[in-house]
């Protein structure tokens, strides 16, 4: 099933074009940029500055929740401060479980969101097992329910975005399709075609998942779905409770990122917990990242794509050392540059050593390979780190591992009889050089990329050694120069992510010059690992963005949180701000923290409820009594 229009010429999916008041999405329109208030949308002084914030830093479209009637009459109050302080930005209405609230906002606002999972359809099933009849009434209930909606978006000429959340699947998806991108795209369809019927197409559609694997199947099943039934509604691209800081950032890049490169979104929102007007930055520069990929050197069409985008495949590979097979993928450093490398040197890559015990201590994020180039280490490093030479200075001495160009490892035949990476760019892949890799069980390449649109031309990489039966692990490498810290993140995880959320790759390498500090580019790569889940090596936070029905500080909280369980390596803690966000967005996670009213927290395990309204002051040490009943607590090294 197709996707998008090529996996190697870069070029945007043509969608229609939905307007949002004075805003267009989709067809020529450039990708926009949205966000969301955090403020109480009853506290419209607040809400109006707030907005104001988010329009200055580059905000497209205004979200506002209104979680019952009285919020989303007070949108009047609202957008009538707005205009009257001359701001024309489009007003979004979020709403969830009250339809007569979608109602009431979609006679004010430009444009009404709504959750397929909790609007219209029941969460909650006493029977779970439909025959097709029963599930055809079902159908017609939602339309009856969904249908006033319809026509008073209709008749005022308002936008509707149809949501779906992989954690707020109704019972009657799970029941059919389970916890899957099929589910989360069936939920949309449904919808969809109900406003097809009563020709309304003024619709914009999002498959969010905190999990960026099942994020981008999604996105990429529905666009597919869509080819298949004639349809182009625009698509708005986020990854749903991102986090806060560098981890946020990373994870909207892999995910988001991975459907740009593709040609595939119209608007996005970087979700991150912080104040709203820091997205805004982030979402500019993510976008600034794909600035002429159409302008890419030409790559080869691929004929045969034997990569499924709509499941994970892990490509099968040779076991070289700790690399490929069923090993995680390794993180390599480059300090090939550096004027001279101590024991010192290695502290920033997860190993301290110790004087007075006379041993390393190594870390959850401990670098695996350092390239060294032409440097001569002359002082025992950690057994569990590998050092690579360029060829000829491992000739000359024969420690650690040699990294060949592609003329050396073809032409010299004095090579290691553990591990040979070879440096290699899709150019390079001739017949003499894939016969031999089939052959050689010491080899490892390290590719690169000099193209623009780098991702496709690695892509095409993988495919060519796949089609060929080609087994030989691979380290992705890219170079990166004279950016800034958050532009390196957003970058380089939206150029490696896509390939590793598609099972390809064995390890990262990222090369920079001018670009961040050695501790910050090794957190980095473990960091895009973390985020595409092919290999946890630190607790994961899944935490709402924040909006107007949040009960806690979120930012304050998560930061409280983390503080006593940042050591709990591969737990998922998730922190919501309140019983929409709670159960469903978290459903990945292993235990919950939720906001359940003023002043109030529910503790979860997974998807069930373990401790309700608990004080918000007892509540962090509930979470901590909780994980321990469960075994999943370590005490902090």
Not at 4 to 25: A, D, M
Not at 85 to 104: L, M, Q, R, S
Not at 516 to 543: C, H, V
Request: a positive charge; glycine letters at 8%; aromatic letters at 8%.
């Amino acid at each position: 099933m197709k996707y998008c229009n090529s996996l190697t010429t870069y070029s945007r999916f043509k969608t229609r074009e939905v307007k949002v008041g004075g805003i267009g999405i989709g067809g020529e329109n450039p990708i926009r940029i949205q966000s969301m208030t955090i403020t109480d949308t009853m506290d419209t002084l607040a809400t109006v500055e707030e907005s104001i914030r988010m329009i200055k830093a580059g905000c497209e479209l205004i979200r506002i929740t209104a979680p019952s009637k009285k919020e989303a009459e007070n949108l009047q109050n609202i957008k009538n401060e707005l205009r009257r302080n001359g701001y024309k930005t489009p007003i979004v209405a979020d709403i969830h479980f009250t339809p007569n609230a979608a109602e009431i906002a979609a006679q004010i606002v430009e444009k009404v969101r709504i959750n397929p999972g909790n609007y219209a359809d029941k969460k909650k099933f006493e029977n779970l097992t439909y025959t097709d009849k029963s599930y055809k009434i079902e159908l017609q209930r939602i339309k009856k329910k969904i249908t006033p909606l319809i026509e008073i978006c209709k008749k005022n000429g308002v936008a509707m975005r149809i949501g779906t959340n992989h954690g707020s699947l109704s019972d009657r998806i799970l029941s059919r399709y389970g916890d899957t991108p099929k589910g989360m795209v069936e939920s949309a369809m449904e919808f969809l075609r109900i406003c097809r019927e009563q020709d309304y197409h003024e619709i914009v559609l999002s498959m969010k998942a905190s999990n960026t694997r099942v994020m981008v199947q999604a996105y990429r099943l529905l666009v597919a779905e869509m080819i298949k039934e004639g349809m182009s509604y625009p698509l708005h691209l986020g990854v749903t409770e991102a986090g806060e800081g560098e981890e946020g950032r990373i994870k909207s890049a892999v995910g988001i990122g991975s459907l740009l490169a593709d040609g595939i979104g119209d608007t996005i929102r970087v979700s991150l917990t912080e104040a709203p007007e820091f997205e805004m930055p982030v979402a500019k520069k993510l976008l600034s990242h794909f600035k002429g990929f159409n302008k890419h050197a030409n790559i080869k069409e691929i004929e045969k794509n034997p990569l499924n985008p709509f499941e994970y495949k892990k490509r099968t590979t040779n076991t070289v050392l700790n690399i490929g097979g069923k090993n995680p993928p390794i993180v390599k450093v480059d300090f090939s540059l550096k004027k001279k490398i101590t024991p010192a040197s290695f502290f920033a890559l997860g190993y301290n050593y110790s004087i007075p015990l006379d041993k390393w201590h190594i870390s959850d994020m401990a670098a695996d390979y350092v390239f060294v180039g032409d440097h001569k280490i002359d002082f025992e490093v950690p057994g569990t780190l590998g050092l690579i030479y360029n060829y000829k200075t491992w000739k000359n001495h024969k420690k650690g591992y040699p990294c060949l160009t592609v003329k050396e490892y073809l032409k010299e035949e004095d090579k290691s009889n553990k591990m040979n990476v070879i440096y290699a760019f899709l150019s390079d892949l001739s017949k003499e050089l894939k016969n031999k890799l089939k052959t050689d069980k010491t080899a490892v390449l390290l590719i690169d990329t000099h193209n623009k649109n780098g991702l496709a031309e690695q892509r095409r990489l993988f495919i060519e050694l796949i089609n060929n039966d080609i087994k030989t692990p691979v380290i992705i490498g890219r170079s990166y120069k004279n950016l800034s810290e958050e532009q390196l993140q957003l970058s380089s995880s939206a150029d490696i992510g896509p390939l590793l959320l598609d099972g390809l790759g064995e390890g990262i390498f990222i090369c920079t010059e001018n670009c961040a500090a050695d501790q910050m580019i090794n957190n980095l790569s473990f960091g895009i690992l973390q985020a595409t889940r092919t290999r946890i090596s630190k607790t994961e936070y899944i935490s709402c963005p924040s909006c107007g029905r949040t009960l806690f500080d979120l930012q304050e909280t998560t930061a409280k949180i983390r503080k006593v369980t940042d050591h709990l390596k591969g737990v998922k803690i998730g922190i919501m701000g309140c019983i929409v966000n709670g159960p469903g967005e978290m459903a990945d996670a292993d235990y919950g923290y939720v906001g359940t009213g003023p002043g109030k927290i529910t503790l979860y395990k997974e998807k069930e409820i373990v401790q309700k309204n608990i004080a918000e002051e007892e509540a962090v040490d509930a979470l901590i009594n909780l994980i321990k009943s469960n075994g999943d607590w370590i005490e902090r090294p």
